[in-house]
């Protein structure tokens, strides 16, 4: 088996107003690391169509932000979050390339995937855009394995610096999902604390800033993988964010490329555990752009070695 790796052209079609910090060299960044990565399956990230998007976005949000992109310049969501020409294309891949990885996983055609787009997901609530976000790609993963697939238990791995509250709103009320995160509190967006526990199946992880590493892996190794453990989930799906990487200018974390290989070690573990070896991955933050491509180029390369 081997680590399928899907990238789309679209994700260079969105554009941010000048300064943002979720800006086209990103994602160049990180294409041009994960080149140097002989032996991935490299596959096109598809398009979603509607019905995906509809198993945690209603008809008329979808249809929202579909019309909002605009015929030339910049559409304002929020404060945060804009839409250009080739923005709804590139958001419509970045889904469909995690609809595509679980099929492809879950299919026995790879072990495991990776899904190197923008714009990311996880702040994407049922009907709000946020934090550079249009739809929930890994929660809508994730209701597509239960769906489609017929899982009855899914776990959700987020260790972006920011907590994922849309992926947290999407699956919070469906025991099926277990949703755990890491994050840096307190920090945009604001929610995450330990009391929000879902039905059960939320597990949150609140680090103070300046956390390095030590308080990362205690919080992981002690709580949240135990958590997902008991959950002993059939697949495993990553919100891998690294802008929790001490060089990030949006958050003060001081994580270092070995906790993003560490980490990405112990959520393999999990998956050879209860789910075959199963994972997808998908990226979300990080916003320096050597730091964000030396640790998604280490965290494939340990989802590479691991699915062999």
Avoid at 30 to 49: K, M, N, T
Wanted: glycine share 10%; aromatic share 6%.
């Amino acid at each position: 088996m081997t680590l399928a790796l899907f990238t789309h052209p679209a994700s260079h079609g969105h554009r941010t107003p000048q300064g943002h910090p979720e800006r086209v060299r990103r994602i160049e960044w990180v294409e041009e690391a994960l080149q140097e990565i002989e032996g991935l399956d490299r596959r096109e990230a598809p398009a979603a169509e509607e019905a995906f998007l509809r198993l945690g976005h209603p008809q008329a949000y979808v249809d929202r932000i579909k019309a909002a992109e605009p015929a030339e310049g910049f559409f304002s969501l929020d404060a945060d979050t804009h839409m250009s020409p080739g923005s709804y294309a590139a958001a419509l891949h970045a889904a469909g390339g995690c609809k595509a990885a679980v099929d492809a996983v879950l299919g026995g055609e790879v072990g495991k995937a990776f899904v190197a787009t923008r714009p990311p997901g996880h702040h994407a609530e049922i009907a709000k855009p946020m934090g550079f976000c249009l739809f929930s790609n890994v929660a809508l993963a994730a209701l597509h394995a239960m769906e489609a697939h017929g899982l009855e238990r899914v776990a959700i791995a987020d260790f972006d610096v920011h907590h994922g509250n849309g992926t947290q709103a999407l699956v919070e009320k469906d025991g099926r999902a277990a949703f755990a995160s890491s994050q840096q509190m307190p920090l945009w967006p604001g929610t995450g604390g330990r009391d929000e526990t879902g039905v059960g199946n939320v597990f949150n992880g609140p680090l103070e800033p300046g956390s390095g590493g030590p308080a990362f892996r205690a919080l992981w190794e002690r709580e949240l993988l135990p958590a997902l453990d008991a959950h002993a989930p059939q697949l495993v799906i990553v919100s891998a964010g690294f802008d929790a990487h001490r060089a990030d200018p949006l958050a003060e974390l001081q994580l270092e490329v070995e906790d993003f290989v560490w980490m990405t070690e112990a959520l393999c573990d999990l998956a050879e555990a209860h789910a075959g070896g199963r994972l997808v991955s998908a990226l979300e933050g990080g916003y320096d752009l050597a730091a964000l491509a030396a640790s998604a180029a280490a965290h494939v390369g340990v989802l590479k070695e691991r699915a062999a």
